[in-house]
């Protein structure tokens, strides 16, 4: 989704008629990010040309991409669902310790007191 606040009316309709909602509160999440060489030539583009052109999502060899090259559009329900998808691929990555829920919790108390005292 192009992070112009002045979106072409191909991408009004693709993001539906909450358009204004949708790029304002999904254009900087992780669902909506990704890693291209090609941005100057992808720029404003409608998703599916986005997707096609040469260099676009459909021919990127970064595996990042793949899910992209396989869409017909790009919505709220395309970035919500990227975006979880790319978490669980993250924890598979990134490991990170299992702790028990009084251990969490501890840890959790002692953020929240923190930010209390910023006030």
């Known amino acids: 989704m192009p992070q112009t606040i002045n979106l072409s009316q191909a991408w009004k309709e693709s993001l539906g008629l909450e358009w204004k909602r949708i790029h304002e509160e999904y254009l900087h999440t992780i669902g909506n990010i990704t890693l291209t060489g090609y941005n100057p030539e992808l720029g404003d583009k409608s998703f ?3 997707r096609d052109m040469d260099g676009g999502f459909s021919h990127s060899p970064i595996s990042l991409n793949s899910s992209l090259a396989v869409l017909e559009s790009w919505n709220e329900n395309e970035i919500k669902k990227r975006a979880n998808d790319l978490a669980k691929l993250a924890t598979t990555i990134w490991k990170f310790p299992k702790l028990e829920q009084e251990v969490l919790e501890k840890y959790k108390k ?6 209390d005292e910023d006030e």
């Open 48 to 50: 599916l040309e986005k």
């Open 110 to 115: 002692e953020q929240y007191d923190e930010e």
